[in-house]
């Protein structure tokens, strides 16, 4: 098992809540592997998140994780909603 912080960071003007946060192998469009909802985040604010992801279900060695991949909660920047670590 990898044990992996991610913060996530709220750059807007308003409170965002009941986000889902899903971890691919190797590409967004990769094989969902994780989930999660993250509550409210106040606009500013930072908040961090710990998951216990299984090696073994990351042949690509690659996790990424996308935050409201959906889109159902509009942002300024939808392109820093994603993030890829190696584990």
């Not at 960071?9 to 969902?32: E, P, Q």
């Not at 042949?59 to 942002?75: C, I, Q, Y």
Request: glycine share 6%; aromatic share 4%; charged share 20%.
């Amino acid at each position: 098992h990898a044990s992996v912080r991610i913060n996530i960071r709220n750059n807007g003007n308003v409170a965002v809540g009941y986000l889902d946060l899903s971890v691919h192998d190797g590409i967004v469009t990769g094989t969902r592997r994780a989930s999660r909802i993250i509550p409210l985040i106040l606009a500013g604010e930072t908040v961090s998140h710990t998951l216990n992801l299984q090696k073994s279900l990351f042949p690509s060695h690659a996790a990424v994780f996308v935050l409201d991949k959906d889109n159902k909660v509009r942002g300024e920047n939808e392109d820093n909603n994603q993030v890829s670590i190696t584990i």
